[in-house]
């Protein structure tokens, strides 16, 4: 990620301060979610027999079940299953494994059996056993209801074993149903994963920050107030649009995101059916390579037109160039990131003086070495490489969906290959 890793090293960050992984090392302990933490950690001491937290997606729910999961990881036997799409069988077999049970026989009363005696040799050790499913809402009611007959293994003490159900709150109307009234009066213990206040996201924002190595980067007054609005309190949401507007603060090269590089990132967002789906309860994660890509193309175009006195900025993807004279951004980056329209192309012909100024294009190299690939990607084989002060001609241009850039260029024995835009400069 080439971008990410200039905007680290430009802010002084040790790491990605908004990334998108459930990273435990990232808990922002909110009331809320320290609420949800203690009612799982009740459970297990308490050695009640479900528990049940549920969270709109983006709460933070994976996230709490990861702090939970570190916090007694040394002191309890846990098994995590984070695909409940399985038959009743599949299921226990990966809790199974998980926990570390060897079978010898596979039926499932063998399996079963091997499951008791493994309870009862922990609870005779004093060490609890917890299955923790994550994305519970998509097991099938028939797992949901075995679990219940699972959990009925008890002492006449306690439960045997501790069952942790992470899902979003449609589960709860399921539960609520006929078919799993019984399992939904053995839930004891219940947690809510609710959106940050405006006050929260705030602290989670600069809490966050100050986790990556804080470094030079400085949150202006009022901005998680928008963002705060932006994302209703989702610490995803919240996550996308501060890394939008840190990318836009970057591209300016300040160590300040004010509200109008959030009122940028926010902009773009809105635009963005997908993220609107997010907002709309949907799972961000499969919008997130489009989203990437609009994010780090729509930034690149802002760029452009913020610098739009100077000549000869190199494009971004599309051969058509950025509107020198125009006021309006979104219009300019739209040229700059979709590409030309019929009638573009046409006017285009026309602007030979474009076209040749397009052509004549140089790029000189400027370290001491520089690979020359086979494609636009760091994975590509290495054809060749050019010292430093050796000039090629630009024959094209290639924009990675990190915002890395690369240019086409021919070598001596007429191959085509490409160069990296860091180690050149481009007139
Ligand atoms: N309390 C928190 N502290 C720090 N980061 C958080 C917190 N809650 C959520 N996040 C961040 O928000 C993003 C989404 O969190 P997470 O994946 O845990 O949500 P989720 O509720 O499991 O979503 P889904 O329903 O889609 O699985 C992650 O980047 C995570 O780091
Ligand atoms: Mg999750």
Not at 97 to 102: A, R, S
Not at 171 to 185: A, T
Not at 245 to 260: D, F, H, P, T, W
Not at 376 to 384: K, M, Q, T, V
Request: aromatic letters at 8%; charged letters at 30%; one cysteine or more.
């Amino acid at each position: 990620m080439g971008v990410q890793m200039d905007i680290l090293e430009f802010y002084g960050l040790k790491e990605d301060p908004f990334k998108l992984t459930p990273d435990p090392m990232f808990f922002f302990p909110s009331e809320n979610h320290n609420e949800a933490l203690s009612s799982l950690s009740y459970v297990v001491q308490q050695r009640e027999g479900f528990c049940l937290v549920t969270g709109e997606p983006g709460t933070g729910k994976t996230t709490v079940l990861n702090v939970f999961k570190n916090s007694w990881k040394d002191r309890a036997e846990i098994a995590l299953i984070l695909t409940p799409r399985l038959s009743f069988e599949e299921f226990l077999l990966s809790v199974l494994e998980d926990l570390n049970v060897k079978l010898t026989k596979t039926n499932k009363n063998d399996i079963l059996k091997a499951f008791r005696d493994f309870l009862i040799e922990k609870s005779q050790m004093d060490m609890p056993v917890i299955i923790i499913v994550d994305e519970a809402q998509n097991l099938h009611d028939e797992t949901l209801e075995e679990l219940r007959l699972l959990s009925n293994l008890e002492t006449d003490k306690e439960k045997l074993l501790q069952i942790v159900l992470i899902a979003q709150p449609e589960l709860e109307g399921r539960l609520r149903g006929s078919k799993l009234r019984q399992l939904n009066q053995r839930i004891t213990v219940r947690a809510r994963l609710n959106p940050l206040s405006h006050n929260e996201t705030l602290e989670y924002l600069n809490y966050r920050l100050i986790k990556a190595g804080k470094g030079f980067l400085k949150l202006d007054k009022g901005v998680s107030g928008l963002i705060s609005k932006f994302s209703s309190g989702i610490p995803r949401i919240i996550n996308i649009a501060a890394s939008r507007a840190i990318m836009s603060a970057y591209l300016e090269g300040s160590n300040i995101v004010n509200r109008k590089h959030v009122r940028y990132a926010i902009r773009h967002l809105k635009g963005d059916a997908m993220v609107g789906e997010i907002k709309r309860r949907s799972k961000l994660i499969y919008a997130l390579p489009v989203i990437i890509l609009f994010i780090i193309t729509g930034a690149i175009g802002y760029y452009l037109v913020e610098q739009k006195g100077i000549p000869d900025l190199p494009k971004v993807e599309s051969p058509v160039q950025v509107p020198q004279d125009t006021k309006d951004t979104t219009q300019a980056i739209k040229g700059a990131t979709e590409g030309p329209s019929p009638a573009e192309t046409e006017q285009k012909d026309t602007k030979g003086v474009e076209d040749q100024k397009k052509q004549k294009r140089t790029a000189t190299v400027i370290v001491n070495a520089a690979n020359l690939r086979s494609k636009p990607s760091l994975d590509s084989e290495r054809i060749s490489w050019a010292s430093k002060g050796v000039v090629f001609e630009v024959k094209d241009e290639f924009t990675e969906i990190t915002g890395k850039k690369w240019y086409k260029v021919k070598i001596s024995d007429n191959r085509e290959c490409w160069i990296a835009d860091r180690v050149v400069t481009v007139q």
